[in-house]
């Protein structure tokens, strides 16, 4: 597993990368009350913001962390946003996305790195 300076997570499994917030993320912005998974489909660059989280005290962007093409969104978070907060790691990614070039996973972050950037 990877992670963005976003708080994004990447989790590569042969060449579809699947994307979520880390827990870090969801204690900062507390209770989803709503995911917007919008065009969450077709081709997106680093950077591109891909879903908008909302809770009980703010929206927040969550951006491509690779260039490629998102093939799926999580569509059980239009009924339970709550799973984000629940299982951020599992049950409440957010999108599936196939890679441009698998190698620029390699350009993100580790565990222990994400870690010390949020102690």
């Not at 809770?55 to 962007?61: C, E, H, L, N, Q």
């Not at 799973?83 to 599936?96: R, S």
Request: net charge negative; glycine share 10%.
């Amino acid at each position: 597993m990877k992670f963005t300076e976003d708080h994004e997570w990447v989790r590569l499994e042969g060449d579809i990368a699947t994307v979520g917030i880390t827990e870090h993320a969801t204690v900062q912005l507390g209770d989803l009350v709503f995911v917007d998974l919008g065009d969450a489909d077709g081709d997106v660059s680093k950077g591109d913001t891909a879903v908008v989280v909302e809770s009980v005290k703010a929206a927040s962007d969550v951006y491509a962390p690779l260039d490629g093409e998102i093939i799926e969104a999580n569509e059980a978070l239009n009924d339970n946003p709550g799973l984000v907060n629940e299982d951020p790691l599992g049950e409440g990614w957010l999108f599936k996305m196939k890679l441009a070039n698998a190698g620029d996973l390699d350009a993100l972050i580790d565990e222990a790195a994400y870690k010390a950037l949020t102690d």
